[in-house]
């Protein structure tokens, strides 16, 4: 042809040459694509597991609070048992019902604390996973459809 341009003998899907860009200027892109990909998921991952570090951490400060109260409940029993042994029976009775009373305090802050450590575990960033699963199913969809 006179004006240089050549007509295309290319088969139509075959897009390796075409509008799409040079393999190479495909690869590169879809590198770029990639890493972006990956710093996405990498942030979204690190979100998800601060949200269940802090979860966690309320728990522990239950288990905690727990702790403390059903030291001072024991405590309080140990004075109920002394003040029993030492007086009659008033000041122990009243000693008996605080400890009491403080222990079952320690057990609902127990029970909230187990409550708050099973919602942060497992500390696997799950919406993460399931982001990840479906990009890979995504890009192999694609990859599929450039080779049929």
Do not use: C
């Amino acid at each position: 042809m006179a004006s240089g341009v050549r007509p295309s003998t290319q088969n139509p899907s075959d897009t390796s040459t075409g509008h799409d860009g040079s393999t190479g200027e495909l690869v590169g892109k879809a590198a770029r694509q990639i890493s972006e990909l990956v710093h996405q998921e990498l942030a979204l991952a690190k979100a998800e597991l601060a949200e269940k570090g802090k979860e966690a951490g309320r728990g522990a400060g239950l288990f905690g609070g727990a702790g403390t109260v059903a030291f001072y409940g024991g405590g309080t029993l140990v004075a109920a048992v002394v003040a029993g042994l030492a007086v009659a029976l008033p000041v122990w009775a009243a000693a008996l019902i605080v400890g009491v009373a403080l222990l079952a305090i320690a057990g609902l802050l127990a029970a909230a604390g187990r409550s708050r450590m099973r919602r942060a575990t497992p500390p696997v960033p799950q919406q993460t996973a399931e982001s990840v699963k479906t990009d890979v199913q995504e890009i192999k969809d694609h990859l599929k459809e450039r080779h049929a």
